[in-house]
């Protein structure tokens, strides 16, 4: 089955990029259906790196309904100014352990007037559940695209070396006593 939306997001490319790189963003356009919590010693990271991580999928955000994989790459060889973050993870066990192909791909991208091109893709298969499989599958897509335009006005991106972003340091550092009068 394929599954695919195409938005335009109200924010910056870099601010969208640094979203999908985000577990908490992730919790936010499933919720309220869904939840995810890490079984991984370190629990979510702040920004997913590459590689797999381990998660209990939670229906509406209390039930354990199995555990998933992760699996991300940033691939490269795409044309200029496009980020791509592919998952081809998939449910380990679960009901949606029924889908035994899983290949997730978001990409973003600089439109003219400044905000986002999101495109994603969903490949995945159940096999012979396909047919069953596809309604609820694009339904949720269609729900997680109505969270991403919803919440994409809130998400910003100050690299390091900006005045927001080294005050927000600053205060962090202040209110974790490493700087200022910590000795």
Same mark, same amino acid.
């Given at each position: 089955m394929r599954v695919l939306l195409k938005l335009t /997001?109200?924010? @910056?490319?870099?601010?969208?990029?640094?979203? =999908? %790189?985000?577990? &908490?963003?992730? $919790?936010?356009?499933?919720?309220?259906?869904?939840?995810?919590?890490?079984?991984?010693?370190?629990? /979510?990271?702040? @920004?997913?790196?590459?590689?797999?991580?381990? =998660? %209990?999928?939670? &229906?509406?955000? $209390?039930?354990?309904?199995?555990?998933?994989?992760?699996?991300?790459?940033?691939?490269?060889?795409?044309?200029?100014?496009?980020?791509?973050?592919?998952?081809?993870?998939?449910?380990?066990?679960?009901?949606?352990?029924?889908?035994?192909?899983?290949?997730?791909?978001?990409a973003v991208s600089a439109l003219p007037d400044g905000?986002?091109?999101?495109r994603d893709q969903l490949l995945a298969s159940a096999?012979?559940?396909?047919?069953?499989?596809?309604?609820?599958?694009?339904?949720?897509?269609?729900?997680?695209?109505?969270?991403?335009?919803?919440?994409?006005?809130?998400?910003?991106?100050?690299?390091?070396?900006?005045?927001?972003?080294?005050?927000?340091?600053?205060?962090?550092?202040?209110?974790?006593?490493?700087?200022?009068?910590?000795?």
């Amino acid at each position: 089955m394929r599954v695919l939306l195409k938005l335009t /997001l109200d924010c @910056t490319p870099d601010a969208a990029w640094r979203a =999908l %790189r985000s577990p &908490a963003v992730l $919790r936010e356009v499933v919720a309220p259906w869904l939840d995810f919590e890490s079984l991984e010693p370190d629990g /979510l990271p702040t @920004t997913w790196p590459d590689g797999r991580h381990r =998660l %209990r999928v939670l &229906a509406f955000r $209390r039930f354990p309904a199995g555990e998933e994989r992760v699996d991300l790459t940033s691939p490269g060889g795409l044309p200029a100014g496009v980020r791509m973050l592919r998952d081809g993870g998939g449910a380990e066990t679960g009901v949606f352990s029924a889908f035994d192909a899983w290949d997730h791909r978001m990409a973003v991208s600089a439109l003219p007037d400044g905000r986002t091109l999101y495109r994603d893709q969903l490949l995945a298969s159940a096999g012979p559940l396909d047919a069953l499989a596809w309604y609820p599958t694009w339904a949720f897509w269609q729900w997680r695209g109505m969270r991403l335009r919803q919440l994409a006005p809130t998400w910003r991106f100050d690299p390091p070396g900006t005045a927001d972003a080294d005050a927000a340091a600053g205060e962090q550092a202040r209110r974790t006593g490493a700087a200022g009068g910590a000795s």
